[in-house]
């Protein structure tokens, strides 16, 4: 039998996006769900994203300081290298990888799991658009979300760089702030959140759609959270790229 | 009365079933008879349009359903309730919010009303005091009458069931099939079970139709059963000692 194409699948992923892209049934039922799955995709992230954040903050202000060792650098290089790496790269698509993982599997395997029980009939059977019902508050939340926890991993990055660089003597804080400060553009901070939205929308969307259409047992639950994770983090990537050429060229 | 007149419905090329014609009476408890494999469940999703039918038509008294979008669909679908083999219970909610949610999707009650239907429903199937359990906790057999309540929350005026008592011991298997008889009577519901339990067969056989390899092979009831000359059908009824048994003292 010929296994299903990209373009097949591409279908599909377009069909389900116009189905969950209608008015909800009931509105306060609709806002209802979307505080539930702030709750389940951003709040409950907070923690790993605080910690990895924190970390590799303090990893870059190491890293930067043993490889900068000459007296010709300015003292400033720090807190500058770590801002930019941080602002630009490391806080949009690295913890957009790591949120894929975390909030891609959980949401493919309950939309799979959903479905295998057939719960998903059951909404269809009432009459409910289920692909609406079940995923456009997963992905609003995403959007919504995403760009806080972002935001929150970039303050505390910076703040892990600053603690890293103080405790090791690397730096003081005079010249690891005036590194944050040196040629600082407010557009870095809007471009990494636009891609934010983008990987947001990229990781809630693809693993709603492979949870969505599965068939068969409690094992195409597992593969189709273990593919929702592979899947969107290699969109994450392709679309890294594109968007870094187009914003900031 | 639901009818189905000429449905073909393949998978990849695999045909599933071959041209079935049927009709289900209002009032009654409509069978349909088979052993596993032989397209039962699928007849049913192509009924209620779970699946879309390669050929043929539905009509559910005299509406063309299968001529319908999903937006004409919805008046229909809010006449059906449907209770599916696993019961299909909503896991994120309790058994009171699963049998007030097909409500509080679609009427404008106030929630207290709701709650007193939904409590209601559940008092219908036998259950009390369980309102706050999640399906987690549930044992099958309540499981299967929560979803009974669910599914007559809205007092539908069509019913399917698919396999309502497998996994279920016989005694409970026989308290369901009998709490879809008394409903399908009480609110004069079109009632359409799947089922391979030849117990349920006798006890609630109002109109059966057998299905062989996903064709009609046999229409009948309870009474005529155990008669006929459809050699199919005699290989499915007499498939277990305690039928032959029977049949030796008849
Ligand atoms: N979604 C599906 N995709 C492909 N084949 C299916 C699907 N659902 C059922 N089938 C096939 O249809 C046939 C009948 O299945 P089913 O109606 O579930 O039997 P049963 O009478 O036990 O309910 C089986 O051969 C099954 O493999
Ligand atoms: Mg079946």
Known sequence: ?249 | MIEAVHIFKSFNGNDVLKDVSIQFKQGKTNLIIGQSGSGKTVLMKCIVGLFEVDKGKIFFNERNFSEMNFEQRKDIRQEMGMLFQGGALFDSMNVIENVMFPLSMFTNQTKDEIRERAQFCLKRVNLENTDQLFPSELSGGMKKRVAIARAISVNPRYLFCDEPNSGLDPITSNVIDNLIREITQEYSITTVINTHDMNSVMEIGDNIAFINKGELWWEGNKDNILNSDNTELNKFVYATELTRALKKTR
Not at chain 1, 39 to 44: A, E, F, L
Not at chain 1, 85 to 112: Q, R
Not at chain 1, 172 to 188: R, S, V
């Open chain 1, 1 to 249: 039998m010929l296994g299903i194409t990209f373009f097949d699948q591409f279908g599909e992923y377009i069909m389900l996006l116009r189905k969950v892209f209608t008015k909800p049934q009931k509105r306060k039922v609709f806002f209802v769900n979307l505080i539930q799955e702030i709750d389940k995709i951003g709040i409950s992230s907070l923690w790993i994203v605080a910690f990895i954040s924190v970390f590799i903050g303090a990893v870059a202000t190491i890293q930067t300081a043993f490889n900068i060792d000459s007296p010709l650098m300015p003292t400033w290089s720090i807190g500058f290298t770590v801002r930019q790496s941080m602002i630009l790269e490391f806080c949009p698509t690295i913890i957009s990888l790591i949120l894929a993982g975390k909030v891609g599997s959980s949401i493919a395997s309950e939309l799979g799991s959903m479905r295998i029980t057939e719960q998903i009939d059951a909404l269809e059977i009432m009459g409910i658009n289920s692909a609406n019902f079940l995923i456009l508050p997963k992905i609003v939340a995403s959007v919504i979300i995403n760009p806080f926890l972002i935001t929150m991993s970039m303050f505390l990055s910076i703040l892990g760089g600053w603690l890293a660089g103080v405790l090791t003597g690397f730096v003081t804080t005079p010249n690891y702030i005036d590194g944050l400060q040196i040629d600082f553009h407010p557009y870095d901070v809007f471009y990494s959140l636009i891609k934010t939205i983008f990987f947001a929308f990229l990781i809630s969307s693809i693993s709603s759609y492979k949870g969505y259409h599965i068939s068969g047992g409690a094992l195409e639950v597992g593969k189709a959270s273990t593919k929702a994770v592979v899947t969107s983090s290699i969109f994450i990537i392709l679309f890294n790229l594109i968007l870094t050429q187009l914003l900031l060229s």
